[in-house]
């Protein structure tokens, strides 16, 4: 069982930044990869990020490259996503979630790849 903790959500205006955060318990982490998902109403939960533990790999969605970066601190067993340049379109829910390995980082982008999912934080982009 892993269990995740997601804060930093809220209200910027466009062209502002945020921080997102996602705090992890559990056993075995170091096997999981962990990924960052939105969600907008009446839309798909769609791939925003994902960072491996093990090597620190990553990788990110055409959307928001250039823009946001996923990071890491392991000793806190934890995982962030600054978002800078936000646009309204990026409004949505965000998700933090946890999955086993698969062997390369371009394999964990689809929601399928995820065991385990935090809350949602929600992020409003005004423009």
């Known amino acids: 069982q892993v269990q995740l903790v997601e804060s930093g959500g809220g209200l910027v205006q466009a062209g502002g930044s945020l921080r997102l955060s996602c705090a992890a318990s559990g056993r075995s982490f170091s096997t999981y990869a962990m990924g960052w998902f939105r969600q907008a109403p009446g839309s798909e939960r769609e791939f925003v990020a994902a960072i491996s533990w093990n090597s620190g790999a990553t990788h990110f969605a055409d959307s928001v490259k250039g823009r946001f970066t996923i990071s890491r601190d392991n000793a806190k067993n934890a995982v962030y996503l600054q978002m800078n340049s936000l646009k309204p379109e990026d409004t949505a829910v965000y998700y933090c979630?946890?999955?086993?390995?698969?062997?390369?980082?371009?394999?964990?982008?689809?929601?399928?790849?995820?065991?385990?999912w935090g809350q949602g934080t929600q992020v409003t982009v005004s423009s």
């Open positions: 979630a946890a999955g086993r390995w698969a062997g390369s980082i371009a394999v964990m982008t689809g929601k399928y790849q995820y065991t385990y």
